[in-house]
């Protein structure tokens, strides 16, 4: 089955910028952030990471919940830039 391609104005999850900001305001690697995952039974390569952060993958309700644990953030915080419904 052919993958379908992203174009580069389109998004796949609200949550990567923020992603970005809390595992380097944590001094951690994208590797380190996938090691601590997997520590908690969530498994996120460095590359997924880095497409999660770019917005080109999309990300699991229990990813996010690991992302949430690991990170030391309510997953409220990952929407915040993001005008509640």
């Known amino acids: 089955?052919?993958?379908?391609?992203?174009?580069?104005?389109?998004k796949c999850n609200m949550v990567g910028?923020?992603?970005?900001?809390?595992?380097t305001e944590q001094k951690l690697s994208q590797q380190a952030l996938s090691d601590r995952l997997e520590t908690e039974a969530v498994y996120i390569c460095r590359g997924s990471?880095?497409?999660?952060?770019d917005g080109s993958r999309t990300v699991t309700?229990?990813?996010l919940y690991g992302l949430s644990k690991v990170l030391h953030k309510p997953?409220?915080?990952?929407f915040e830039d993001y005008p509640s419904f």
């Open 17 to 23: 910028t923020k992603l970005r900001q809390f595992r």
């Open 1 to 10: 089955m052919k993958r379908l391609s992203v174009t580069p104005i389109q």
């Open 61 to 63: 309700d229990l990813e």
């Open 75 to 78: 997953i409220e915080d990952f």
């Open 49 to 53: 990471i880095s497409r999660i952060e």
